[in-house]
T-cell receptor, first 118, second 108 residues
């Protein structure tokens, strides 16, 4: 069973604080993702990583950065939290694809971190 | 632009009634499409993918390239089907594009 764990289930921070969200997967997956989930907006990709130290911006990277120093761990960083970053944050992982393969592999999700910025 | 549209935010049906959750996509190539489900207090998980052409928990989804749709169907809804459903498109590589989701409520 793939296990994707996130460091906190609930987090409350103040405006301007630096926030770290941690995600760990135990299935040796190459790809890891950070999404935010908001009612009426669905899941929006913030950043993803396809290998250690490799990252690419998703659709809404502004105000966020990421770090992947080890294959199993992918961190999301809010450099200076703002109230509009109050949201549910989901981490996911998936196997890497062979070159030339189209489409995506199944993504396995963590339980989510509900972040409130006051 | 690649996009996934789920026109209904909320769909309420009675137990035993048929269910159809709509999903339309825009993509010029050959897409890979998925349905993900999130039950209350559980994590988001894969329900089915079009390439598998299988039925999961009584749900099926057929890819209609002419209408660019991938609607999720079940002939007889059950109360345990109540959940949030997301349609997702993977046009290339490993990235997904998710729809905005449809909350299904099955009424007793």
């Amino acid at each position: 069973d793939v296990k994707v764990t996130q460091s906190s289930r609930y987090l409350v921070k103040r405006t301007g604080e630096k926030v770290f969200l941690e995600c760990v997967q135990d299935m040796d997956h190459e790809n890891m993702f950070w999404y935010r989930q908001d009612p009426g907006l669905g899941l929006r990709l913030i950043y993803f990583s396809y290998d250690v130290k490799m990252k690419e911006k998703g659709d809404i990277p502004e105000g966020y950065s990421v770090s992947r120093e080890k294959k199993e761990r992918f961190s999301l960083i809010l450099e200076s939290a703002s109230t509009n970053q109050t949201s549910m944050y989901l981490c996911a992982s998936s196997l890497g694809l062979s070159p030339g393969t189209s489409g995506g592999n199944e993504q396995f999700f963590g339980p989510g971190t509900r972040l409130t910025v006051l | 632009a690649q996009r996934v549209t789920q026109p209904e935010k909320l769909l309420s049906v009675f137990k035993g009634a048929p269910v159809e959750l709509k999903c339309n996509y825009s993509y010029s190539g050959s897409p890979e499409l998925f349905w993900y489900v999130q039950y209350s207090r559980q994590r988001l998980q894969l329900l089915l993918r079009h390439i598998s052409r299988e039925s999961i928990k009584g749900f099926t989804a057929d890819l209609n390239k002419g209408e660019t749709s991938f609607h999720l169907k079940k002939p007889f809804a059950q109360e345990e089907d109540s959940a949030m459903y997301y349609c997702a498109l993977s046009p290339f590589g490993y990235k997904y594009i998710f729809g905005t989701g449809t909350r299904l409520k099955v009424l007793a």
